[in-house]
Structure formats: C-alpha cells, structure tokens
C-alpha cells in the first residue's frame, strides 16, 4: 500500500468535505487525537469541521510528506506511520466602509499557518493522531 498516496487522498477530501461518513475509507473507528478518548470517524471529522467553520476558506497543502510502512513479524499491509508538514491557508476577507456604493471588490487576504502531525496507520486507516500547531496557529486555538 502506498502510504504516500493514502495519505494525500485523505488530505484532498479534507479539503472537497468532511460531510458524515467521508473520512471512513481512511480513519479508523476508535481514532485517537492527541490525548483525547478514542473517537468515532465522525467524532474525528467534527473537529475538521470546526476547524472549517472558523476560518472562511480553509486548504490544507501537504508541504512535506514522510513515510515508512511498518516491518518485521507484527507490519501487517497497510500498517505505517506518516509525518507531515501542512500548510493551512484561509481568507481574511476585509471590506472597505468608505462608501456604501462601493465599487470595487473587498479585498482577500490570505492568511496562513502551519500544522506538524504525526499519523500511525493500521490496516490502511489512521489509528492515532499527533498534532501540533505552529506559533500562529495556537493563538487561534487559545482564542476559540
């Protein structure tokens, strides 16, 4: 199993949606996140989602990508662990307030900052998620 292209896949339906059920072909019932009690796919993609819905726009670019698939007697297919650098980027939409009877398009300003994360896989899906954001990230954690 390609993990590299699992992993992608993932990221890009991250990125189309996170609707019930989307993320199940590649996130493990039970998953871990950080410290947290095992947690459903849905669970899991709640806090995606969450994430969405604060910030207008939100991609996630997989900057760099590492990884190694399990070996020896207990590496089953499928079983491995990816590291990744994700680039997060969403608008920062800002309207000028001169005029009502503005003419010109607001202005879209992109905002960016980074996630370092840390994936086990079992059989293919994510068993266990290891998060950390970068400076500008955890002040808009500390702020929700």
């Known amino acids: 199993m390609d993990l590299a292209q699992l992993y992608t896949s993932y990221i890009a339906q991250i990125n189309a949606g996170c609707e019930q059920g989307a993320l199940s072909k590649f996130v493990n019932d039970g998953v871990v996140h950080n410290d947290s009690a095992p947690m459903s796919v ?15 726009g939100l991609h996630f670019d997989v900057e760099t990508l590492v990884t190694e698939s399990a070996k020896g007697e207990k590496g089953r297919a499928g079983d491995g662990t990816v590291a990744a650098r994700i680039k997060l980027s969403y608008n920062s939409d800002t309207v000028n307030s001169n005029s009502s009877l503005q003419t010109t398009p607001p202005q879209t ?32 954690k500390e702020g929700r």
């Open 42 to 56: 849905d669970e899991y993609a709640q806090i995606i989602i969450d994430s969405q819905a604060s910030f207008p």
């Open 109 to 140: 300003n992109k905002e960016v900052f980074y996630e370092h994360v840390f994936y086990q896989l079992e059989g293919g899906k994510i068993s266990r998620v290891w998060s950390l954001l970068d400076g500008a990230g955890q002040k808009w």
